[in-house]
């Protein structure tokens, strides 16, 4: 196995293409905010750090296929970390920035896919648990409705 050169090299699975591109970018650009910060202020460990993004398509299938093809582990490093967080996190995280900010009045939009239903079922838990009210909890369907896109 080789040892880490001058350069971490961090993978991300995004949506790069598809309904979720948006989702994608956004993702992506702030990784990257991230990434300039840390190596703006000398890396980790002395090293950079650089990012490798992989399209999931935010689809269970493709996700599962581009993680298990990524460049990392062929790349031989001793080392892998797979990190993700999750939904209830998120969840609880957004929650908390909502009651610091003195949201009190909540509405839930979500895309009517899994994963948005289920990350909104865990906000209203979490906005509920922290003295919010969730006034409002909808699907939009892509497509459909005039204001999504």
């Known amino acids: 196995m080789k040892k880490w050169g001058s350069v971490i090299v961090v993978g991300a699975n995004l949506p790069v293409i598809g309904n979720d591109a948006t989702d994608g970018r956004d993702m992506q650009n702030a990784i990257e905010m991230g990434v300039k910060k840390i190596n703006d202020s000398d890396g980790v460990i002395g ?46 995280t957004a929650a908390d920035y909502m009651a610091a900010n003195q949201a009190e009045k909540v509405v839930l939009i979500h895309d009517d896919s899994t994963y948005a239903k289920c990350l909104d079922d865990f906000a209203k838990t979490s906005v509920e648990k922290s003295g919010g009210a969730v006034i409002a909890y909808e699907a939009i369907n892509h497509g459909i409705d005039p204001y999504f896109v």
Do not use: C, H, M, W
């Open 47 to 92: 090293k950079k750090l650089r990012i490798e993004v992989a399209d999931d398509g935010y689809d269970p299938k493709i996700a599962t296929t581009a993680a298990n093809s990524d460049r990392l582990p062929a790349q031989g490093y001793d080392t892998l970390f797979l990190i993700n967080s999750l939904t209830p996190d998120q969840a609880q």
